[in-house]
């Protein structure tokens, strides 16, 4: 169990800003593996973030509450998915050919898709999630329980299923950029699925999944057209679209 546990905190310690165990040493073979375990890591940052929701909304007005918790999500994962979603904009939005839009990503300023893109982001899931609270705050705990990890495995389908876009290994997320094994996709699909089958009804499961999956295909298969592959940053954007498919397709099916 040692190995599996260093590359579940080498996930850990690379998608968040969380300490590790000081016994877990940085390795290139454990960071290559990490992808699989990102799923559960959603697990830890929902965790945090439904707890925090939850708590919160005992002494402060839900929508208070919802705001105070995602910044905590945000902290802990140091904006990883967020910074590459507004690339994502940026790039997509403004480039004309591959290596322009990649070149763009790359910049580490921050354009108008990308500031528009991600104050819109940002405004969709608090807004979701408050009407979510509405129905109490272990509603939307819930539905952060389960986002976090169904929106990490929609990122993993992408890696896993289209090549890296970019030509060299200059991004730090080059090292991920390999296919997982049949174990590793089994074990990434239990720690992104559980939680939608176990804490959800099953028309309110099926809608948040049915929806996220719909909308990783079409960002897959615009991805595949713009550059023929994946990138970190478009990765961090699946994170996040589906991440807000996940509430939207909750919110839907509510009872």
């Known amino acids: 169990m040692r190995e599996p546990l260093a590359r579940f905190f080498t996930a850990l310690g690379y998608f968040t800003r969380l300490p590790v165990p000081a016994w877990v040493a940085w390795s290139p073979e454990r960071l ?9 890591v959603g697990w830890v940052v929902g965790l945090a973030g439904a707890a925090a929701l939850y708590a919160l909304a005992q002494v402060l007005p839900a929508s208070l509450a919802v705001i105070l918790s ?18 994502a904009c940026d790039g ?9 839009i990649l070149a763009i990503m790359k910049d580490s300023r921050i354009g108008s898709y990308g500031a528009i893109g991600i104050v819109l982001m940002l405004l969709a899931k608090a807004a979701a999630l408050i009407e979510l609270a509405a129905s109490g705050p272990a509603t939307a705990a819930i539905a952060l329980l389960v ?5 990490r495995l929609a990122a993993v389908g992408v890696l896993h299923a289209l090549p890296y876009a970019r030509s060299d290994d200059s991004s730090k997320a080059a090292a991920l ?16 699925l559980l939680p ?21 295909l079409w960002l897959a298969r615009l991805f ?15 994170q996040q679209a589906a991440e807000l498919a996940c509430y939207i397709g909750i919110l839907a099916h509510w009872a």
């Open 32 to 40: 290559a593996r990490a992808g699989a375990w990102l799923p559960l």
């Open 70 to 87: 995602m910044a905590l999500t945000i902290r802990l994962t140091g904006a990883l998915h967020e910074d590459g979603f507004a690339d």
């Open 92 to 100: 997509l939005g403004g480039g004309w050919d591959k290596a322009q």
């Open 147 to 151: 986002a976090h990890p169904l929106s």
């Open 177 to 192: 950029a390999q296919r997982l094994s049949h174990g590793e996709l089994i074990l990434a699909g239990l720690c992104g």
């Open 196 to 216: 939608a089958f176990v804490l959800l009804a099953p028309l309110q499961g099926l809608s948040a999944l049915g929806l996220a999956a719909l909308l990783t």
């Open 224 to 238: 595949l057209r713009r550059l023929g592959g994946h990138t970190g940053d478009l990765l961090g954007a699946v």
